[in-house]
T-cell receptor, first 114, second 115 residues
Framework: AQSVTQLGSHVSVSEGALVLLRCNYS??????LFWYVQYPNQGLQLLLK??????LVKGINGFEAEFKKSETSFHLTKPSAHMSDAAEYFC????????????FGSGTRLSIRP | EAGVAQSPRYKIIEKRQSVAFWCNPI?????LYWYQQILGQGPKLLIQ????????DSQLPKDRFSAERLKGVDSTLKIQPAKLEDSAVYLC?????????????FGPGTRLTVL
């Protein structure tokens, strides 16, 4: 069975500081991995996804994530936080035989301090 | 292109009442999903349609929840009768195909409060 664990339900960083949101997954087969962002009162928007190939994935809004199989991790980073990055972030996993069925983590709320 | 549309945006009902949500996916998207997002949790898949057929409804509480996608376009999700624990945001998403891992596009959701 697949699962996703997001470490830290709430992360607060200063504007301009590094953003690091942690995600660990569990999957018995090679996973597909996703990061979604949810702004208040809106649906989820795909930030980036890992399928195969290069393990460092670049997404929208300056975010990137690195797939580390040995650590079963897919942490999300951004070098310099902006006030507009304040939102809820969800890590998610699926796999080949049922790749359209995505399992979401519980989310991490990112706050940005001026 | 227009995104996924959902209505209503908010709904307040009393327990044991019925409620229905509507979703219009992105034009041309064959696959449609309904998710339940309880406060403080990630979305949980309730049902997945491929055109007008059900692909996965394993987590749909079928004693009270039902969904249909007539003509393979719009979809409705119904709860009858509602319970307090059904209070959540109901998200609709669509994707071009069922192939993996196709990007899912989400609507703004319907926030349901059951009193």
């Amino acid at each position: 069975a697949q699962s996703v664990t997001q470490l830290g339900s709430h992360v607060s960083v200063s504007e301009g500081a590094l953003v690091l949101l942690r995600c660990n997954y569990s999957s018995s087969v090679p996973p597909y991995l996703f990061w979604y962002v949810q702004y208040p009162n809106q649906g989820l928007q795909l930030l980036l996804k890992y399928t195969t190939g290069a393990t460092l994935v670049k997404g929208i809004n300056g975010f990137e994530a690195e797939f580390k199989k040995s650590e079963t991790s897919f942490h999300l980073t951004k070098p310099s936080a902006h006030m507009s990055d304040a939102a809820e972030y969800f890590c998610a996993v699926s796999h080949g035989s049922s790749a359209s069925k995505i399992i979401f983590g519980s989310g991490t709320r990112l706050s940005i301090r001026p | 292109e227009a995104g996924v549309a959902q209505s209503p945006r908010y709904k307040i009902i009393e327990k044991r009442q019925s409620v229905a949500f509507w979703c219009n996916p992105i034009s041309g998207h064959a696959t449609l999903y309904w998710y339940q997002q309880i406060l403080g949790q990630g979305p949980k898949l309730l049902i997945q349609f491929q055109n007008n057929g059900v692909v996965d409804d394993s987590q749909l509480p079928k004693d009270r929840f039902s969904a249909e996608r007539l003509k393979g376009v719009d979809s409705t999700l119904k709860i009858q009768p509602a319970k307090l624990e059904d209070s959540a945001v109901y998200l609709c998403a669509s994707s071009l195909a069922r192939l993996a891992p196709d990007t899912q596009y989400f609507g703004p959701g319907t926030r349901l409060t059951v009193l």
